[in-house]
């Protein structure tokens, strides 16, 4: 039973560092080119940890990985302009009070939840698939436009983390992260899982 909860404990404490790593490493790309390289780092080494392959230490886990996906600076760029855009004009947009303006609202938050969730799928495919970025790319918007239900969980789960995140800024460092990892990696087996049922 003391192992067990020693166990946990260690995991947890790995989990923490985990995250800390992925902030440390978004912010060294500048945010906007380190946010694919260092999502990909903190699902490759939290999967690691899962398996009990963390025995070089989270630091070092996390350099080799990030070295591995900077190929994809580029690429994290181009989502992060797409994403800082949509949200400058939905800032810009909540200061104008008519239905025009409501309308184009509303779709500016459908197209942020969406691509949300692709770049979420994505960083899947890479690190889980090794697809290349086009076939990731392609296979998460394809995968976010037929699982609806699974899709809206993860958004609503990553607003519900987020707020929580903005209030505490040691749970948006140390647990928001982490936290955001396993539920999206919980959701995709539970729905493969399904899937494979169905087959």
Known sequence: MDFKIYTILNRAYKYFIASFYFWVYLFRGIVVYGLIPSSCSLFSVMED?????????IKKLFFEYYREYKIYRIHSLIFAFITFSIYASLFFLNKVNNKIALIFTIVLIYLLAMILLILTYTINYLVFKKCDFKTAFISSFIFTVKNIF???????????LFIIGRMNLVFLIFFLPFLYVLLVRTLLSKLTEFEEERQ
């Open 49 to 57: 940890i899962k398996e009990d392959r963390d025995c070089d230490g």
């Open 150 to 160: 699974p899709s809206l969980s993860i958004v609503i789960s990553f607003i519900m």
